[in-house]
């Protein structure tokens, strides 16, 4: 008699599973019946009824409730009757509580007689218990037939078998598994799916694998898989869909998974609600995540709580996090206390941590000590460390070594480092490789040097036809050239040469309010050379004393042509000797062709002056 087919299967594998996915790999019996608890004992006392008057449906049902309940005393007459009249549930059922006693062994002969008699249910605890010990071609047998009957528990552990021998037949019944609803399935198909995109730890991308890994994360994450609503999150994160991403970091976090209370922690972060991320970094860090105990030192050390700091930091190293060292260096270096710094940082360097090598080069660099840094700064630029390369690199050219120097340089300038690609760009054009060194130099603009978009811009602006001779105020061209746009990103970012250069250009074509302001906000920041065209363009338009004013900036600064211009104004004005002193001004400050025009000013205003 089979009526009851294999819903009576309330423990058969549970021994096999963690705690988290028991109710999951259990079967239906493992969840709360539908019936309130009346009604439950009056269906208990219904099929009691049965069982006595000989239904051997109504023994096997009843077998399975009281096992359920862990009467197992009682459950097991009424599973032995239901079995030796023939029916495969009550022997599986009956497997499982010879199970729970510790007869391993006489529960697999009574699964033996269920799965030979069709239960999949059965085959799949006999699979297991072979497995367990040992004997892995009589478990993939069993196993075997439990999946091919349809069975979603015996698909996923014969999955997992294969996986294990690396067998490529695996995820082949890790999909039917996932597709039968199992979730833990589901979760590692999905991981299976990832690791093909990317390395572990990440999640992929929004199309392909990724899009499917996603579909089996989200299954999961629905059926209450912790973690793979960690990883589902992570996806949506990075997607921008932050919103669905904080729903599920926050069911992840509730079913107690540290990296998703973590995760939620800098979402909230990020949206400004910092006490909220407090919160959830507490609750992580308290469950031993050590990037949440950072997390909480870099929040309590920005509010000047040090000592606050220096415990959670200490807690991220006890979870075995190196950043917590690598941070407490940071943080006693901020203090001024260096010997502290250095032992920490030592302490995250020796366990690898790259950023604490180059962290500590420097500060050894700091101290004097260059053969002490530059192991350090090797050690980190080795274990992938951008910054280190650079610090090498300034470390080679400040000895001279300009090839070692220019190698390292490349090398963080591959990583994306914006200065090192500006010094390999400043190489090439030294060694006349133009077309190598606007490359780099592209690449060093764009993540935002306004030297290397000053360099570029030059480089651009000697390949242009000369500009014909122009009066001021009469427009050469209208249009802005690439060149300029790289001359005003520079000069946007307070290059002085660049606004100098923006200017001239903007005078070029007769925008004189335009060039002022560029000469002015160059002349202000130091720039003799704007101060010097700042006059020249008052000068022209009849501002004859505020131009003097710039020359005197810019001459007092060391520009001879201001000196000579000051010299000139003195004399037309009568005074000669205020003129002569400018006049010996620029003959000391020259060049050559200013201090030749000095000095004859110079003589004549001498003579004007002994008439």
């Known amino acids: 008699m089979d009526v009851m087919g294999d819903k009576a299967t309330l423990l058969e594998t549970g021994r096999f599973v963690q705690p988290a996915d028991f109710s999951e790999s259990t079967g239906d019996l493992s969840q709360p019946m539908d019936r309130d608890e ?190 793979a609503a960690l990883h589902l999150g992570a996806i949506l994160e990075r ?20 990296r998703a209370a973590c995760a939620l922690g800098f979402l909230l972060r990020d949206a400004g609600d910092t006490e909220s991320a407090a919160i959830w970094w507490l609750r992580a860090a308290q469950d031993g995540d050590g990037n949440a105990a950072n997390a909480l030192g870099a929040l309590h050390a920005e509010r000047g709580e040090s000592q606050t700091a220096e415990r959670w930091y200490r807690a991220a190293m006890d979870a075995g996090d190196d950043n917590g060292a690598y941070n407490l260096g940071l943080l006693c270096a901020e203090q001024g206390r260096t010997a502290q710094a250095e032992q920490w940082y030592r302490r995250a360097a020796y366990a690898g941590h790259r950023e604490a090598a180059n962290a500590l080069a420097i500060l050894l660099l700091q101290g004097g000590d260059t053969a002490g840094a530059e192991p350090w700064f090797s050690k980190a630029a080795e274990a992938g460390s951008v910054d280190a390369a650079f610090n090498l690199g300034i470390l080679f050219a400040g000895r001279g070594e300009e090839a070692v120097a220019l190698r390292w340089y490349e090398r963080a300038a591959a990583a994306g480092h914006t200065e090192a ?45 000369p500009v014909p001779a122009h009066s001021l105020g009469e427009p050469v061209h209208t249009e802005k050239s690439e060149c300029e746009e790289w001359y005003e990103r520079a000069a946007s970012q307070g290059h002085r040469r660049a606004q100098v250069r923006v200017g001239m250009l903007a005078a070029a074509r007769g925008d004189v309010v335009e060039a002022a302001r560029w000469y002015r906000e160059a002349a202000e920041a130091g720039s003799r050379n704007g101060a010097f065209n700042l006059g020249l363009l008052l000068a022209r338009e009849g501002s004859d004393p505020e131009a003097a004013v710039w020359w005197a900036r810019a001459a007092d600064a060391g520009h001879g042509r201001a000196a000579l211009r000051l010299a000139l104004v003195y004399a037309r004005r009568g005074e000669l000797a205020e003129g002569q002193r400018w006049a010996d001004r620029a003959v000391a400050l020259g060049p050559a062709e200013v201090a030749e025009r000095a000095a004859r000013l110079r003589d004549a205003l001498r003579e004007e002056l002994s008439a």
């Open 421 to 465: 690609a500006l010094q390999v760009g400043i190489a090439r054009l030294r060694d006349g490789d133009e077309s190598e060194a606007e490359r780099h130099l592209r690449c060093a603009a764009g993540g935002g040097s306004a030297e290397a978009a000053y360099r570029l811009a030059t480089v651009l602006d000697a390949r242009r036809p």
């Open 239 to 258: 997607r921008g869909a932050l919103k669905e991403a904080g729903r599920w970091y926050l069911t992840s976090a509730k079913d107690g998974e540290a």
């Open 38 to 227: 009346t009604g439950e004992a009056a269906e208990e006392a219904r099929q009691l009824l049965a069982a006595q008057s000989g239904d051997v449906e109504a023994m096997s049902v009843l077998g399975a409730l009281l096992l359920r309940r862990g009467d197992l005393d009682g459950a097991e007459p009424h599973l032995r009757a239901a079995t030796a009249a023939g029916d495969r549930a009550a022997a599986n059922n009956l497997g499982v509580l010879l199970h729970q006693r510790g007869y391993a062994e006489d529960a697999a002969g009574w699964w033996r007689i269920a799965a030979v008699a069709g239960s999949a249910a059965a085959a799949h605890a006999l699979g297991r218990h072979h497995r367990e010990r040992g004997d892995e071609p009589a478990a993939e047998y069993w196993l075997r037939q439990s999946a091919e009957q349809g069975h979603a528990l015996g698909a996923y552990a014969l999955a997992d078998l294969l996986e294990h021998r690396g067998d490529t037949g695996a995820e082949q019944w890790m999909r039917i598994a996932a597709e039968r609803g199992h979730r833990e399935a589901a979760y590692r198909l999905a991981r299976a799916l990832d690791r093909r995109l990317v390395p572990e730890g990440d999640v992929g991308d929004d199309h392909g694998a990724g899009a499917e890994a996603e579909q089996w994360y989200r299954q999961a994450a629905a059926r209450g898989h912790r973690r």
